[in-house]
C-alpha cells in the first residue's frame, strides 16, 4: 500500500512493479487536474472522462516514453490529454452540440462587463455560464493556454513546457485569448450600438 | 509610461502575476491618467476575476468513481498477461540464447575438427595393404608398385577436409629448389586418379622420396602439381626418352608434400 506522501517517480516504480494501489494513488492525485482541463477545453463530460480514461491507459501502457529528464509527469500527463481531446475536437468538429453551442447573445454574455459595481450584481451562476462558453468558443491554440494559465494557474513555463512552445509564444497566446474573451464577453447591445456609430459617422462622412 | 508599454504588463496586472515594481507603479500611474487604458485594466481585471470564479467552481470536478474501477480492472487484467508476457519472452531469450551458444560452440568444435584433424589418406604399397585410417577422416589406399625402391612401404598422407583454393607457393622441395604450383584438392580424396579432373591424365605410381620415415605424415600434407625436367623420371628409374630434341622438354608431377614442408612422394603425370 503506497501512501499519499509518496512521490509522483516513486509511485511510478511501485505501479510498473504492478503496485495497483500505487497505481490508484497515482491516478486520485493526477486525475482530477486532467479531468478538468479536458472538461475545460470540451467542455463535454464525457469526453473529460474519456480523457481521464485514456490518459492513464497511455500511462499504463506506455509508461516507459515518461522520461523525468524532459519534465514533470503532471505536465505528461496534461501533455497526453491535450492531445486527446484535440484529437476528439477535431474528429467531432462536423458534430455541433445544440446544447453547447455558446449563446454569444444570451443575457449572462451581455451582462457580465456592462455590469460596473461588482460581480454579484449578476448572477453567480450566469457569470460562470458566461464566462464558460466565451472559453469554449475561443480558438484551440489560445483556449489551451487561457485554460492553462488561468483556469488550472499553471506558470508560463510549465505552459510553455505542455504545449512544447517557448514562454514568449505562450505570453503573446494568452493575451490575444484574453482580448478575444472580452470582445465575446463583450455585450451584444454595446456592439451594436458602436457599430452603429461607426455607420453614422461614415455617413455624416 | 504609453499606451503601447501599458498594454504589455496589463494582462500580468490584471492577472496579479509578478510585476517589477516600477513597471507596476508606472502602468497603474498611466491608467490613472488615460481613460482607455484604466477601461483596459477594468475589462482585465474583470475577465481575471471570472475566470477565478469558473476555475474555482470547476476546482471540486474529477472523474466519477466507475472511471477508476475500469482503471483499475484494466490495470489488473493487464499487469497479469504482461508480467506473463515478460516471462516468456525472457525465457524464450534465454533459450534462444542457449541455443546459439550450442550452434557458436558446434560451429567452433566443427571448425576446429576440420582443421586440426585432417581426414586421413593412406598410400599404402602393393605389399602391404594395410590401410591406416583416421576414426574421423577418410583414408585412401594407394597402390605403389614401385617395391623396388620402396619395399614394404605405406605413406599415410593427413589431408585436412577444407577446400583449397588454387594458390601459388614457393617451397623449398626435399630435393631442390623447385617454384611450385600448388592445385589443391577440391576436398576429395587423394587416389591414383587424383581428383576428377585429373582422371584423363595418366600417372605412375607414387615414388617415395625420402628414406626416413616416409610414413610420418601425421600433420598433413599437401599434392603438389610441379613441372620438372625429364632428366628428373631417370632418377627415379623411370624409362625416359632422352633425345635431343625432347631433351629440353619438361614433364609434369605431383609432388607429395607433408606438413612439414618436405616432399614425401612423387608420382609423374602424362
Excluded at chain 2, 158 to 181: D, H, I, M, W
Aim: neutral net charge; aromatic residues 6%; proline residues 4%.
Amino acid at each position: 500500500m503506497k501512501s499519499d506522501n509518496s512521490s509522483d517517480g516513486e509511485l511510478l516504480q511501485a505501479m510498473w512493479a504492478g503496485d495497483e494501489e500505487a497505481f490508484a494513488a497515482l491516478y486520485r492525485r493526477r486525475q482530477p487536474g486532467i479531468y478538468r482541463f479536458a472538461l475545460q477545453m470540451c467542455g463535454s463530460q464525457e469526453l473529460a472522462e474519456d480523457t481521464a480514461q485514456e490518459v492513464f491507459m497511455v500511462l499504463m501502457r506506455e509508461v516507459h516514453t515518461f522520461d523525468p529528464a524532459r519534465g514533470s509527469l503532471s505536465a505528461f500527463l496534461i501533455g497526453v490529454a491535450r492531445h486527446h481531446v484535440l484529437r476528439r475536437l477535431q474528429r467531432e468538429r462536423f458534430y455541433v452540440s445544440l446544447n453547447e453551442t455558446p449563446d454569444e447573445g444570451s443575457l449572462s454574455s451581455q451582462v457580465f462587463l456592462t455590469t460596473v459595481g461588482p460581480l454579484d450584481e449578476m448572477s453567480r451562476t450566469e457569470a460562470i455560464e458566461a464566462v464558460r462558453r466565451a472559453v469554449l468558443a475561443l480558438p484551440e491554440r489560445y483556449r489551451e493556454v487561457v485554460v492553462l494559465c488561468d483556469l488550472q494557474e499553471m506558470s508560463y513555463g510549465e505552459t510553455a513546457e505542455i504545449l512544447g512552445c517557448a514562454v514568449g509564444t505562450v505570453r503573446s497566446r494568452l493575451h490575444r485569448g484574453r482580448a478575444l474573451l472580452i470582445e465575446k464577453l463583450r455585450p451584444a447591445r454595446e456592439e451594436d450600438a458602436s457599430s452603429a456609430t461607426v455607420k453614422s459617422t461614415r455617413c455624416f462622412a | 509610461m504609453n499606451c503601447q508599454v501599458f498594454e504589455t504588463v496589463v494582462n500580468d496586472l490584471a492577472r496579479e502575476q509578478m510585476v517589477e515594481v516600477n513597471a507596476r507603479k508606472q502602468a497603474l500611474a498611466h491608467s490613472g491618467d488615460c481613460e482607455a487604458c484604466a477601461l483596459r485594466l477594468a475589462l482585465e481585471r474583470r475577465l481575471s476575476f471570472g475566470l477565478r470564479i469558473l476555475a474555482a467552481e470547476m476546482k471540486s470536478l474529477s472523474a466519477p468513481a466507475q472511471v477508476e474501477n475500469h482503471l483499475r480492472a484494466a490495470f489488473r487484467s493487464q499487469t497479469s498477461p504482461i508480467t506473463g508476457k515478460r516471462a516468456a519472452s525472457r525465457s524464450r531469450y534465454w533459450i534462444v540464447a542457449a541455443a546459439a551458444v550450442v550452434l557458436i560452440a558446434f560451429g567452433i568444435a566443427g571448425m576446429r575438427w576440420a582443421l586440426d584433424e585432417p581426414s586421413l589418406t593412406a598410400i599404402e604399397t602393393s605389399n602391404t595393404r594395410e590401410a591406416q585410417t583416421s576414426p574421423r577422416g577418410s583414408a585412401v589406399t594407394i597402390e605403389h608398385p614401385n617395391t623396388e625402391s620402396t619395399p614394404n612401404q605405406t605413406t599415410v598422407i593427413y589431408r585436412p577436409r577444407r577446400k583449397q583454393s588454387v594458390r601459388r607457393l614457393t617451397k623449398p622441395s626435399a630435393n631442390g629448389n623447385e617454384t611450385f604450383v600448388a592445385h589443391g584438392t577440391a576436398g576429395g580424396t587423394i587416389n591414383t586418379e587424383a581428383g576428377s579432373s585429373e582422371q584423363s591424365e595418366s600417372t605412375t605410381q607414387f615414388l617415395s622420396l625420402s628414406y626416413i620415415s616416409p610414413v610420418n605424415l601425421q600433420d598433413g600434407g599437401q599434392l603438389v602439381r610441379v613441372e620438372l625436367p625429364r632428366s628428373a623420371m631417370a632418377r627415379f628409374g623411370l624409362p625416359v626418352n632422352m633425345e635431343r630434341e625432347r631433351y629440353g622438354e619438361r614433364v609434369k608431377a605431383d609432388v607429395l608434400v607433408g606438413a612439414d614442408g618436405l616432399a614425401r612422394a612423387i608420382r609423374f603425370v602424362q
